[in-house]
């Protein structure tokens, strides 16, 4: 049977322990990495980047999919309550996250990354965007709460490298605040990444300073490309509006189809997002080559061209620069 001295030694043995572990548990939360959930694959990307080891990053909207048309599941309910951070785009691309973060009950910090953005605004009149040119949507549709012409945002912000920066810069910051023992390495990854889209933004902007002016028309399914358009100086063409969860009329349809004859367009394009029925049936009944499929509003699954936002905005160029460089308008 133990002696007093030995009771006396184990329990003070046995309070230290708790005590140790106490003063580690929240050490071990502080190290664990964070549980980072983006609206969609693009964003996740741009987060995975920057953050690195720093934090877990999954996407709600994932690779291939559809944000305009997301529905939530239950596990998509789950993974939202045990998240650290919430990062979003804003300008209402994702109208049904408030509803989401309701249902889970999450109290935590949520980033939206075009905070501090001027974004484009929706077209002034009816089929027609600031510089008159006609569009087949005719509705200025946009996202979320911000509806109808002349004022609904442009969410689609991505799609200007220098808008991508900003959105590093404040996923940067936000990261720093969750884990301040971790800025040092999360400002250089940042910087780094940071680097390596300016790059990209100079050299895609040499290769279509490269193009004739009536070479700078496209054609693609929804209206997504409008920042990419102004940053590279392209003319885009759509014959659905920002929001994919509209159909285009008969009458939208037949007007762009009009337009893409009477301007001479040559190449359209289906984007990864939307169902090419469409596109294809333009192309037909126009003489218009497709030219390809473009990434609007997701990455493609891992493994494909277009798997990493670097890659999914070089695929997109390179796609662009082909179909406007070919036979058919070069000779124009």
């Known amino acids: 049977m133990p002696d ?14 708790a005590l140790l572990g106490s003063a580690l ?15 969609f694959s693009i964003l996740a990307d741009l987060a995975a980047q920057v953050a690195g080891p720093v934090a877990e990053v999954s996407a709600l909207v994932g690779p291939d999919a559809d944000a305009h048309v997301f529905q939530p599941s239950p596990a998509d309910v ?5 998240a650290d ?35 484009r605004a929706a077209p002034v009149e009816a089929g027609q965007d600031h510089a008159g040119h006609a569009h087949a949507h005719g509705h200025g549709h946009g996202h979320g709460a911000a509806q109808g012409g002349g004022g609904a945002p442009d969410p689609h912000a ?19 605040t969750a884990r301040p023992a971790q800025a040092e390495l999360l400002r250089r990854r940042a910087a780094a990444y940071d680097a390596e889209l300016a790059a990209l933004d100079q050299r895609i902007r040499a290769d279509f300073a490269t193009l004739a002016p009536q070479q700078r028309r496209v054609v693609s399914s ?9 940053a590279y100086g392209l003319e885009f063409l759509a014959a659905q509006s920002w929001n994919t969860d509209s159909e285009p009329s008969a009458a939208d349809i037949a ?38 499929t473009l990434h609007s509003d997701a990455l493609s699954a891992p493994g494909g061209m277009a798997d990493s936002y670097l890659k999914m905005m070089s695929h997109n160029a390179a796609t662009l620069l082909a179909g406007l460089r ?6 124009r």
Not at 78 to 82: G, N, T, W
Not at 87 to 107: C, D, H, K, P, Q
Request: charged share 20%.
């Open 85 to 119: 951070l919430v990062i979003v785009n804003g300008l209402g691309f994702e109208g049904w996250m408030t509803r989401l973060i309701g249902s889970a009950g999450y109290r935590g910090p949520v980033l939206t990354c075009s905070d501090g953005l001027k974004p």
């Open 158 to 176: 991505w799609q200007d490298i220098a808008n991508a920066r900003h959105y590093v810069a404040r996923i940067r910051d936000a990261l720093v």
């Open 25 to 39: 548990r929240p050490a071990a939360a502080a190290d664990r990495p964070l549980r980072v959930v983006a609206s």
């Open 222 to 230: 929804h209206d997504a490309f409008g920042y990419f358009a102004a």
């Open 255 to 292: 007007r762009l189809i009009r337009q893409i004859r009477r301007q001479q367009i040559r190449a359209v394009f289906v984007e990864n997002v939307s169902d090419a029925r469409m596109v294809q049936r333009i192309a037909r009944e126009t003489g218009a080559v497709v030219g390809g």
């Open 4 to 17: 007093s001295s030995d009771l006396t030694r184990r329990a003070s043995l046995g309070a230290m322990a």
């Open 326 to 331: 070919g036979p058919a308008a070069a000779s």
């Open 78 to 82: 789950r993974r939202l309550a045990q």
